[in-house]
């Protein structure tokens, strides 16, 4: 059939295509005078209709369908399917690391309890490094580049979990058979900072009163709702995303009560009593929130509502003159004679505190959110509620004075 014939055809045609011949076939699209070019072929004893790729008749010339279509046969001849060839070409190609990363994290977020945490590893530590690198070209030079920085920067914990997901990373890539190579494989904990190693650190009431003058002289660098979160943890020893992911509605002031549930590192179902001195806290923060369903709603435009996982982290890392923003602060907390601590830390310091003020046992043990372990954890089932908002509001009294906020005030 020639183009004159294939033109009429179009126009007559009262099927859903027309043989031109040698396989070759077209969809007619009468409203624009022209069709899709279509190949018909067999393969393991299935007949197929192939749709050629590209434009259509006339845009497609009968000549270079015709060239197109004498390649195809000659696939198939060679045992290969078209259409499940083009099937598989038209997944997502795996070619950067940034594609390798999206395509292993895909699959691991139904596995991983906090899928967040690796991504934020990968988007701030290795991202802006090898994120557009071919797979094949990341080089064991590259590795050792990224986990020195995060060395540099003070936090061997951070290298060590970044060298695991990069070792995971490339594992994948093995499996998927991007690449045969590892260039994290020869690293180990010594190399990104040393193995953990548990961590003793604890601050004083004295310390605790340092901390918070410098974080109050420098508000505009720490911010005032950074500052809030962090008398909250001490006080309350909380971790630090149970704060920072609070909702409203977990919240009775009624009762004065937080119902944490079960969202919480253990999963174990806790309640949280919340002592009166603090409630100036909590009304100056829903202020602050301006109706948003979080305490601590995001800073900028976010999917997750509540501020970055690590916003207090980096807050945290000015006052010390880590490398954490584009602007370098000096050491501020240092210079006041305050050694280096954590956000988890804080954690360890309220524990402390707590000894210092004569408070042991099980009470202090499900303050913290603990199981009581042995026998005394299976057949204990009363929760200390009470002992527990004695707790807070013994503690609340000692550190909100030095936190500069009335107890009996709205606003510090």
Same mark, same amino acid.
């Given at each position: 059939?020639?183009?004159?014939?294939?033109?009429?055809?179009?126009k007559?045609?009262?099927t859903?295509?027309?043989?031109?011949?040698?396989?070759?076939?077209?969809?007619?699209?009468k409203?624009?005078?022209?069709?899709?070019?279509e190949?018909?072929?067999?393969?393991n004893?299935?007949?197929?209709f192939?749709?050629?790729?590209?434009?259509g008749?006339?845009?497609?010339?009968?000549?270079?369908?015709?060239?197109?279509?004498?390649?195809?046969?000659?696939?198939?001849k060679?045992?290969?399917?078209?259409?499940?060839?083009?099937?598989r070409?038209?997944?997502?190609?795996?070619i950067?690391?940034?594609?390798?990363?999206n395509?292993?994290?895909?699959?691991e977020?139904k596995r991983?309890?906090?899928?967040?945490?690796?991504?934020?590893?990968?988007i701030?530590?290795v991202?802006?490094?090898i994120?557009k690198?071919?797979?094949e070209d990341?080089?064991? *030079?590259?590795?050792?580049?990224i986990?020195?920085?995060?060395?540099?920067?003070?936090?061997?914990?951070?290298?060590?979990?970044?060298?695991?997901?990069?070792?995971?990373?490339f594992?994948?890539? #093995?499996? !998927?058979?991007?690449?045969?190579?590892?260039p994290?494989a020869?690293?180990?904990?010594?190399d990104?900072?040393?193995?953990?190693?548990?961590?003793?650190?604890?601050?004083?009431?004295?310390e605790?009163?340092?901390?918070?003058?410098?974080?109050?002289?420098?508000?505009?660098i720490?911010t005032?709702?950074?500052?809030?979160?962090?008398?909250?943890?001490?006080?309350?020893?909380?971790?630090?995303?149970?704060? *920072?992911?609070?909702?409203? #509605?977990?919240?009775?002031?009624?009762?004065?009560?937080?119902?944490?549930g079960?969202?919480?590192?253990?999963?174990s179902?806790?309640?949280?009593?919340?002592?009166?001195?603090?409630?100036?806290?909590?009304?100056?923060?829903?202020?602050?929130?301006?109706?948003?369903e979080?305490?601590?709603?995001?800073?900028?435009?976010?999917?997750?509502?509540?501020?970055?996982?690590?916003?207090?982290?980096?807050?945290?890392?000015?006052?010390?003159?880590?490398?954490?923003?584009?602007?370098?602060?000096?050491?501020?907390?240092?210079?006041?004679?305050?050694k280096?601590?954590? !956000?988890?830390?804080l954690?360890?310091?309220?524990?402390?505190?707590?000894?210092?003020l004569?408070?042991?046992g099980n009470?202090?043990?499900r303050y913290?959110?603990?199981?009581?372990?042995?026998?005394?954890?299976?057949? #204990?089932?009363?929760?200390?509620?009470?002992?527990?908002?004695?707790?807070?509001?013994t503690l609340?009294?000692?550190?909100?004075?030095l936190?500069?906020i009335?107890?009996?005030?709205?606003?510090?």
């Amino acid at each position: 059939m020639n183009v004159k014939e294939i033109k009429a055809n179009i126009k007559t045609c009262a099927t859903l295509r027309f043989n031109v011949g040698d396989g070759l076939y077209i969809k007619p699209n009468k409203s624009r005078n022209g069709g899709a070019w279509e190949l018909r072929y067999t393969i393991n004893g299935n007949r197929r209709f192939m749709t050629l790729s590209g434009v259509g008749f006339p845009e497609k010339s009968l000549a270079e369908a015709k060239a197109e279509a004498a390649i195809i046969k000659q696939q198939i001849k060679n045992g290969i399917d078209p259409l499940a060839e083009r099937a598989r070409q038209s997944e997502a190609e795996i070619i950067t690391m940034n594609n390798l990363f999206n395509d292993w994290h895909k699959e691991e977020s139904k596995r991983l309890k906090n899928p967040e945490r690796p991504l934020g590893h990968y988007i701030k530590r290795v991202q802006p490094y090898i994120g557009k690198l071919r797979v094949e070209d990341v080089k064991a *030079t590259d590795i050792r580049r990224i986990i020195q920085k995060i060395n540099d920067d003070g936090i061997p914990s951070i290298s060590n979990q970044t060298l695991y997901l990069l070792k995971k990373l490339f594992k994948h890539a #093995n499996k !998927l058979d991007i690449t045969q190579r590892n260039p994290a494989a020869a690293f180990n904990s010594s190399d990104a900072g040393g193995p953990g190693k548990s961590r003793d650190r604890a601050l004083s009431f004295e310390e605790i009163e340092i901390t918070l003058k410098v974080l109050r002289d420098n508000i505009a660098i720490f911010t005032h709702d950074n500052y809030l979160l962090i008398i909250l943890l001490i006080i309350f020893g909380n971790r630090k995303t149970e704060l *920072t992911k609070a909702k409203w #509605n977990e919240f009775d002031f009624s009762k004065n009560i937080w119902d944490l549930g079960i969202r919480n590192k253990k999963e174990s179902d806790i309640k949280i009593p919340i002592p009166e001195e603090v409630m100036p806290i909590f009304r100056e923060i829903k202020e602050r929130s301006c109706g948003s369903e979080y305490l601590f709603p995001a800073r900028k435009k976010s999917k997750n509502g509540h501020i970055s996982d690590d916003t207090l982290n980096h807050a945290l890392g000015k006052m010390f003159g880590s490398n954490v923003s584009k602007k370098k602060y000096p050491n501020l907390l240092g210079s006041q004679g305050v050694k280096h601590f954590t !956000l988890h830390d804080l954690r360890r310091t309220c524990r402390s505190l707590l000894a210092e003020l004569g408070y042991e046992g099980n009470k202090v043990t499900r303050y913290l959110n603990h199981k009581i372990k042995g026998v005394a954890g299976i057949y #204990n089932r009363y929760d200390y509620l009470e002992e527990r908002r004695e707790i807070a509001s013994t503690l609340a009294q000692r550190i909100l004075p030095l936190a500069k906020i009335n107890s009996n005030s709205e606003e510090g």
